[in-house]
């Protein structure tokens, strides 16, 4: 069974870059049938699709964060990880890595990290 | 795509019929719409997805319907433990989107 870890730090500085590790256990992320994302959700703010990417590397971000987020991937540690550049007030939130469905349980997100809670902050 | 959601809350009984609504400001032709149950300090969970498929375990009281720009998600007879923020989303264009949530209250 696939479980979702989310590790890094809880608090950022403004204009400093957010960083976060989603580590897999339990099964494998160099798969065929999933993507692997991050989604955030702000204080009293509903759910908001930031990106994913392919264990190949290839990946897809919302047009509103593409220009500040990168996400990357490490198949030989089994995880995938999130750099937010240039952050503020605005990027406090709790951050969720997961599982999107690419040829299973395509166009959904079928399995959640616990999620962190991420405070941008001087 | 953008996805609206009402009512934003719903304040019903045990055992009521909760009606939620997504409407998107296109016509999803593809069937990639899905719900999503999200409770405070928990991580979301998919409940339906092609419009209309229940995940397994997911109780059957738990329904998706629609077309085109209009789909429900219904709750057919309320239980506690169903006060929630529930999420439609939409996958297309490789772009996932969420609508904004009604938060279902259980009186």
């Known amino acids: 069974q696939l479980q979702l870890k989310e590790s890094g730090p809880r608090l950022v500085k403004p204009s400093e870059t957010l960083s976060l590790t989603c580590t897999a256990s339990?099964?494998?992320?160099?798969?065929?049938?999933?993507?692997w994302g991050w989604i955030r959700q702000s204080p009293g703010e509903g759910l908001e699709w930031i990106g994913n990417?392919?264990?190949?590397?290839?990946?897809d971000y919302n047009p509103s964060l593409t220009s500040r987020v990168t996400i990357s991937v490490d198949t030989s540690k089994n995880q995938f990880s999130l750099h937010l550049r240039s952050v503020s007030a605005a990027d406090t939130a709790v951050y969720y890595c997961?599982?999107?469905?690419?040829?299973?349980?395509?166009?959904?997100?079928?399995?959640w990290g616990q999620g962190t809670l991420v405070t941008v902050s001087s | 795509i953008v996805l609206t959601q009402s009512p934003g809350t719903l304040s019903l009984s045990p055992g009521e019929r909760a009606t939620l609504s997504c409407r998107a400001s296109?016509?999803?032709?593809?069937?990639?719409l899905a719900w999503y149950q999200h409770k405070p300090g928990q991580a979301p969970r998919l409940l339906i997805y092609?419009?209309?498929s229940r995940v397994t375990g997911i109780p059957d009281r738990f329904s998706g319907s629609g077309s085109g720009t209009d789909f429900t998600l219904t709750i057919s007879r309320l239980e506690p433990e169903d006060s929630a923020v529930y999420y439609c989303?939409?996958?297309?264009?490789?772009?996932?989107?969420f609508g904004p949530g009604t938060k279902v209250e259980i009186q």
């Open positions: 997961a599982r999107h469905g690419r040829t299973l349980l395509r166009g959904t997100v079928d399995l």
């Open positions: 339990g099964d494998s992320i160099s798969t065929s049938s999933y993507f």
């Open positions: 990417i392919y264990y190949t590397g290839s990946s």
């Open positions: 296109q016509t999803i032709g593809s069937g990639f």
């Open positions: 092609g419009v209309s």
């Open positions: 989303q939409h996958f297309g264009s490789s772009q996932f989107t």
